[in-house]
Structure formats: structure tokens, C-alpha cells
């Protein structure tokens, strides 16, 4: 829930990193077709457990660099 509220505040602030709001400044990496694993490590504090999902065709996904 702290990400969703921090995620709130930085829309209506306004986020200054260009690869978080400058297409051009993004970093995508290919998602293939098939099954995965999305979740957070543990050391996330707001983290449920991993779920399995599938997906039919590949697609490009936003790379956030920390």
C-alpha cells in the first residue's frame, strides 16, 4: 500500500526521472510468451506471495533501473 500512495503523491508532484516519463528515455526488455512468476523479493514489506501467470504472445515491458 506504500507504493500506491507514493506512486499518488509523485503523479501530482510530477516525477523528474526521464525514464519514468520520457518514452524516449525508457529502457523495455522482451516479456516471451509462456508461463512466469511475478512477485516481489523478500525484501519487500508489502509483498503477497508470488503468483503463477501465462501469457499468449510476447510483449515489450518498461525496465525501471534503481
Not at 516525477?15 to 525484501?43: H, L
Not at 501469457?55 to 515491458?61: A, E, H, K, R, V
Amino acid at each position: 500500500m506504500r507504493r500506491a500512495a507514493v506512486g499518488r503523491i509523485l503523479g501530482r508532484l510530477g516525477d523528474p526521472r526521464p525514464e519514468v516519463m520520457d518514452v524516449d528515455a525508457m529502457q523495455f526488455c522482451t516479456v516471451t510468451a509462456g508461463p512466469f512468476y511475478m512477485g516481489s523479493d523478500d525484501s519487500d514489506p508489502d509483498a503477497v506471495q508470488d503468483k503463477r501467470a501465462e501469457i499468449g504472445n510476447y510483449f515489450l515491458l518498461v525496465k525501471l533501473v534503481k
